[in-house]
């Protein structure tokens, strides 16, 4: 082997060769019965646009419900591999954590007092 | 295996951002726990404190670092150093000024939408309005950005530069979406500024992995001890540092990535306009001299060519296009991208005297730009039934304002006077000082093309300034179509502070001058 890079190469080929391969396949053999679900917007909530005037309020519940996860789920992530390395980082990494939830509580703390888990 | 050390951290060192970051922490339990009555005058009186003692900080900061010398803070993250620490004081003065105007309510209302997720135009807008609803998540939003912006100019490795930067920015995404009035127009400008920010944001993170992969590390002064030392990868790191430099120029808005700077400077609410365009400016103007004069002066050779254009055109564009504009905030955003191409020429300069005159030059610019978006928050256009309704920013409008408020007009023009870099104001002696800098770097054709498009400046700045006092006013007497509207007292301070500054860095310039002149090594 005379670059070390060339397998990363190889693999980059591969992966946009399955994103796109895939998407081409399905387009080309796959069926087409369409109706008035499956032209929707997918997992996305509500659609975006256009609004009617006069509709009120843009209506953000799928996006609170999105952020409040991102909020949870970034929690989760930084508490893993501290959860991993515990013994190492002893006094430190707990108040560095502490610190981590804390801030990470305040904007649940004000989604929570200003309404944002209240579906209706 | 590694043993795990923990890092030494200096709070004091800290205690400017700290207070900065803290407060904006407390800003939103304020919005979660404060009734909606008090909510508002607990946030301006948190913003104005905490930038005040943030302030005070840095002052202390700096006495100690004069005393005991530069320290390397944080594990090496941060720098704390004369010319940090005179930006974070710059940055927070204008900052200050800043919140101010943007805490005004000038004729009874503030420059924000009451309820920001209500659709333009719809009943649910009118219905906020008229219950007097108003967002003031804008101060902790505000405080994040000073903070992220007080990091900026500290930052000595790129990871920590790439988080400021992001702090910095998602706010100032955010609160450009929040004008009052021209909904649309401002949510346009929300949305460009994100899409924009975050292709540099990808610039920026591409140039940080090609210069890691270049030399291992992050952190500046290595890279600076790798670039001499590393050969056959030049390519790697002169594309990493260009990317990074985009990046940076992007937030400053040099041309050619200056695209954003007239749309959202235009639609964004008119003091975070001010907000912004003074203190984003002096944060990534800081960093910029930080990462060329640390890292760069060993690729000199390289880079100049690349340098010498974006200053070249970012002079020329910048000035040509703000000669054709009829909107006075386009105008100033126009005058602002031609101001960049003036500063770049400290930061080409590559000499001691470059990092002092470039922090000048932007206190003197910061002051000006806050004055001057604070008065076009006052000048307003009344509606047939003589209601005060948006600003009036066509310059048409501004005809004659000298005549019926000369106190607004003579403020307006101080601060236009100095942007054109007259004498008697901070603007001429900024610009004297960054010229004599590029002199003193080599950088002598840039300097002749510097002179001449600050002559063709003047061409626009004075137009106004005529248009104000020499010409008749457009309305009648009894309906003069443009109004001034009272201000809580905030704006009008903030202006008096702005002039005053102005007057004095142009006619008393000594004590600024020498505690810049302090300012002229970073550490490495």
């Given at each position: 082997m005379t670059n070390p890079y060339i397998p990363l190469l190889i693999m980059g080929g591969l992966a946009l060769l399955l994103?796109?391969?895939?998407?081409?396949?399905?387009?080309?053999?796959?069926?087409?019965?369409?109706?008035?679900?499956?032209?929707?917007?997918?997992?996305?909530?509500?659609?975006?646009?256009?609004?009617?005037?006069?509709?009120?309020?843009?209506?953000?519940?799928?996006?609170?419900?999105?952020?409040?996860?991102?909020?949870?789920?970034?929690?989760?992530?930084?508490?893993?591999?501290?959860?991993?390395?515990?013994?190492?980082?002893?006094?430190?990494?707990?108040?560095?954590?502490?610190?981590?939830?804390?801030?990470?509580?305040?904007?649940?703390?004000?989604?929570?007092?200003?309404?944002?888990?209240d579906w209706d | 295996m590694n043993q795990f050390v923990p890092p030494e951290i200096d709070w004091a060192a800290l205690s400017p951002v700290l207070i900065v970051l803290g407060l904006a922490v407390v800003g939103v339990l304020v919005e979660a726990f404060v009734p909606m009555r008090a909510r508002r005058a607990t946030q301006v009186v948190l913003a104005v404190v905490g930038v005040g003692a943030a302030l005070v900080a840095v002052a202390w900061r700096w006495v100690v670092v004069q005393d005991e010398g530069p320290t390397a803070v944080v594990a090496g993250a941060l720098r704390e150093d004369a010319p940090a620490l005179l930006a974070q004081a710059i940055l927070l003065v204008c900052a200050f000024v800043g919140l101010l105007v943007i805490a005004d309510r000038s004729s009874g209302e503030d420059a924000f939408a009451p309820a920001a997720a209500a659709i333009p135009g719809s009943a649910y807008e009118a219905e906020a309005r008229k219950a007097g609803l108003a967002q003031t998540e804008v101060f902790p939003l505000t405080m994040f950005a000073v903070g992220g912006m007080l990091v900026f100019p500290a930052a000595a490795d790129l990871l920590t530069l790439f988080i400021a930067l992001e702090v910095l920015s998602l706010p100032l995404y955010l609160l450009a979406g929040l004008a009052r009035r021209r909904r649309l127009l401002s949510q346009e400008a929300s949305l460009k500024y994100f899409l924009l920010g975050a292709f540099s944001s990808a610039f920026f993170l591409m140039g940080i992995a090609l210069l890691y992969g270049y030399s291992g590390s992050v952190r500046f002064d290595e890279l600076a001890t790798a670039v001499p030392a590393t050969s056959g990868l030049d390519g790697m790191l002169l594309a990493g540092v260009l990317l990074v430099i985009v990046g940076l120029l992007f937030k400053v808005g040099a041309v050619p990535f200056h695209s954003w700077v007239p749309d959202v400077y235009q639609g964004a609410p008119t003091p975070i306009t001010g907000f912004m365009a003074a203190c984003t400016k002096i944060a990534a103007f800081a960093a910029l001299l930080r990462f060329v004069y640390v890292v760069v002066p060993g690729l000199q050779w390289d880079l100049t060519v690349a340098l010498w254009v974006i200053a070249i055109l970012t002079m020329i564009v910048?000035?040509?296009?703000?000669?054709?504009?009829?909107?006075?905030?386009?105008?100033?955003?126009?005058?602002?991208?031609?101001?960049?191409?003036?500063?770049?020429?400290?930061?080409?300069?590559?000499?001691?005297?470059?990092?002092?005159?470039?922090?000048?030059?932007?206190?003197?610019?910061?002051?000006?730009?806050?004055?001057?978006?604070?008065?076009?928050?006052?000048?307003?256009?009344?509606?047939?039934?003589?209601?005060?309704?948006?600003?009036?920013?066509?310059?048409?409008?501004?005809?004659?304002?000298?005549?019926?408020?000369?106190?607004?007009?003579?403020?307006?023009?101080?601060?236009?006077?100095?942007?054109?870099?007259?004498?008697?104001?901070?603007?001429?002696?900024?610009?004297?000082?960054?010229?004599?800098?590029?002199?003193?770097?080599?950088?002598?054709?840039?300097?002749?093309?510097?002179?001449?498009?600050?002559?063709?400046a003047a061409f626009f700045y004075v137009r106004v300034i005529v248009l104000m006092f020499f010409t008749e006013p457009a309305g009648t007497d009894a309906d003069p179509g443009t109004t001034v509207v009272r201000t809580e007292g905030l704006t009008a301070v903030a202006v008096v502070v702005c002039a005053i500054g102005t007057v004095l860095l142009g006619v008393l310039p000594g004590p600024i001058l020498d505690l810049t002149a302090s300012a002229t090594k970073f550490m490495l």
């Open positions: 994103g796109v391969g895939g998407l081409a396949a399905s387009a080309v053999i796959g069926p087409k019965r369409y109706n008035k679900i499956k032209v929707d917007a997918y997992e996305c909530g509500i659609q975006p646009s256009p609004h009617s005037i006069g509709a009120g309020r843009f209506p953000i519940k799928y996006y609170i419900v999105a952020m409040t996860f991102i909020i949870f789920d970034i929690e989760v992530v930084f508490l893993y591999p501290w959860a991993v390395s515990f013994a190492e980082l002893a006094g430190f990494g707990l108040i560095a954590m502490f610190g981590f939830l804390f801030l990470i509580t305040v904007p649940f703390v004000y989604e929570w007092r200003r309404g944002g888990l | 910048g000035t040509v296009l703000a000669v054709v504009q009829t909107d006075m905030k386009r105008m100033l955003a126009y005058s602002s991208v031609a101001h960049a191409g003036f500063l770049l020429l400290g930061v080409i300069a590559l000499v001691p005297s470059g990092i002092s005159s470039v922090l000048f030059y932007l206190l003197a610019y910061g002051l000006a730009t806050v004055g001057a978006f604070g008065l076009l928050t006052l000048v307003r256009e009344r509606d047939a039934d003589g209601n005060v309704t948006g600003e009036a920013l066509h310059l048409s409008q501004w005809a004659g304002l000298g005549r019926r408020h000369p106190v607004l007009a003579v403020c307006f023009t101080l601060f236009l006077i100095s942007f054109a870099g007259i004498p008697l104001t901070g603007g001429f002696i900024g610009k004297f000082l960054v010229f004599g800098a590029a002199i003193e770097g080599g950088a002598w054709p840039l300097v002749v093309i510097a002179v001449l498009a600050s002559a063709a």
